[in-house]
């Protein structure tokens, strides 16, 4: 499998793999993504995922994440539609290299009791809206894929 590969990683930095899991959720034609406020201020706009824990399959990591970050419970599908690594720097300085999974996935409640991710907030936009104002190169690159994948099956 060809896994693209996104980010620019910064000279003299060390990006350990991190495998994550991500999911696109459509409601009426719009996705689901994560606002991400940061404490310092500013922040970026994400798909709802993350990373995946010891001993957890990456369709549970999605499902779980999605729920811790945006509140919403979520079936997600078996098998990724796509895979996407990306170099990536967090609000606290870490660096990783994300190795991403990314699932459709079905909504089956709003749930904010799941919701634990204070700096994490749920807006719901277009795929083409989201594709502009997505942060990661990797996950406007999966929503263009999802999109893509739709327009086969229909």
């Given at each position: 499998m060809?896994?693209?590969?996104?980010?620019e990683?910064?000279?003299?930095?060390?990006?350990?793999?991190?495998?994550?899991?991500?999911?696109v959720?459509?409601r009426?034609?719009?996705?689901?993504?994560?606002r991400?406020?940061?404490?310092?201020?500013?922040?970026?706009?994400?798909?709802?995922?993350?990373?995946?824990?010891?001993?957890?399959?990456?369709?549970?990591a999605?499902t779980?994440?999605?729920?811790?970050?945006?509140?919403?419970?979520?079936?997600a599908?078996?098998?990724p539609?796509?895979?996407?690594?990306?170099f990536?720097?967090?609000?606290?300085?870490?660096?990783?290299?994300?190795?991403?999974?990314?699932?459709?996935?079905?909504?089956?409640?709003?749930?904010?009791?799941l919701?634990?991710?204070?700096?994490h907030?749920?807006?719901?936009?277009?795929?083409?809206?989201?594709?502009?104002?997505?942060?990661?190169?990797s996950?406007?690159?999966?929503?263009?894929?999802?999109?893509?994948?739709?327009?086969?099956e229909?």
């Open positions: 060809n896994v693209p590969q996104f980010g990683p910064e000279p003299g930095r060390a990006y350990p793999d991190r495998p994550a899991a991500f999911v959720v459509e009426d034609g719009r996705i689901a993504v994560a991400v406020t940061y404490a310092s201020g500013g922040g970026r706009l994400d798909l709802p995922g993350g990373g995946i824990d010891p001993g957890e399959m990456a369709a549970e999605a779980r994440e999605c729920g811790e970050e945006v509140g919403l419970r979520v079936a599908e078996v098998e539609f796509a895979h996407a690594d990306h990536f720097r967090g609000e606290d300085g870490e660096t990783v290299n994300t190795r991403g999974a990314f699932f459709a996935a079905r909504l089956a409640a709003e749930a904010p009791e919701k634990i991710e204070d700096d907030a749920l807006e719901w936009m277009t795929p083409h809206e989201a594709l502009a104002a997505l942060d990661r190169e996950h406007a690159w999966a929503v263009a894929a999802w999109l893509r994948r739709l327009r086969k229909a």
